[in-house]
């Protein structure tokens, strides 16, 4: 499996504070059935500030290590950049080299505050995509304003964003709210990845195999695998498309039949 999202570099954010910890959060993802990460350090972040240079180095001596410590894991670059009024200078000015995509594609991890939707981000997912970025938002599901209002984060995929939902937000464990949220949009097809947002491995760890097999047993098979591909298709820098999965609730309240209905294809 392909993780998009988390935070397996050390030293640098909220995520494994030392090479202990961070072999520890490896060794959890391979356990979890994870070949391949991208690692996405905090970003243009009140707390913490991780250009492209610092991240690529680290990424480096992170797979050496990983080569050492024969643990079979390959990490890429990234970063979960998040939402700021500078952020399209900054890519514009590409020269400095700050700001990196999901290892080297056209999808950058962007994030929002949590409590809110800053004013202007529909049009800059809208301008990035004019520059040839696709922007991914970060679990939209823990976002109170589009957890509240669903309609939202249509708005902001219709503007030309994409959105990765987290796997514990899956399985109850940022709560009952931010889990029905999460399976919302998942079913109104405004979700294209899953995603681990690992930082610690016992107190925020992969489990991306378990939200996996929850999304097989609300949603079925076809979804698990449009997520999974979708994963690979971003590596291969290729193109994403929506899929709506519309079901029907079953007398026990699971979801029953999964109905496709293929969207507009991303560019
Ligand atoms: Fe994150």
């Known amino acids: 499996m392909i993780d998009i999202h988390n935070h397996i570099l050390p030293g640098i954010d909220d995520g494994p504070r030392n090479w202990d910890e961070a072999l520890e959060l490896a060794r959890n993802a391979v356990a979890n059935g994870i070949t391949t990460v991208i690692a996405t350090p905090h970003h243009a972040h009140e707390q913490f500030h991780n250009p492209a240079e610092g991240v690529i180095a680290l990424t480096e001596q992170m797979n050496e290590r990983l080569n050492q410590e024969a643990i079979p894991l390959q990490v890429l670059t990234g970063q979960e950049i998040r939402v ?24 950058m991890l962007i994030e929002l505050p949590s409590g809110r939707v800053p004013e202007g981000t529909e049009e800059l997912i809208y301008e990035l995509t004019l520059k040839g970025i696709t922007p991914i938002i ?17 708005r902001l995929v ?6 990765q939902v987290t796997a514990h937000s899956l399985v109850g464990i940022f709560g009952r709210g931010v889990e029905k949220a999460a399976w919302a949009m998942c079913r109104q097809g405004l979700i294209h990845f899953v995603a681990s947002d690992a930082h610690h491995a016992t107190r925020r760890y992969f489990c991306l195999r378990e939200a996996y097999d929850a999304v097989r047993d609300k949603m079925g098979d076809q979804a698990v695998n449009y997520y999974k591909r979708n994963a690979q298709l971003l590596l291969n820098n290729g193109t994403i498309e929506q899929q709506v999965f519309e079901a029907t609730a079953s007398s026990d309240g699971a979801w029953g039949k999964v109905k496709q209905l293929f969207g507009r294809s991303k560019k």
Do not use: C, F, V
């Open 138 to 154: 970060a679990h939209p599901e823990r976002n109170r304003e589009l957890a509240a209002d669903i309609g939202q984060l249509q």
């Open 158 to 163: 219709d503007s030309g964003a994409l959105a």
């Open 84 to 107: 700021h009024h500078e952020l399209l200078d900054r890519w514009e000015q590409g020269a400095s080299g700050e700001l990196l995509t999901l290892s080297g594609t056209k999808y």
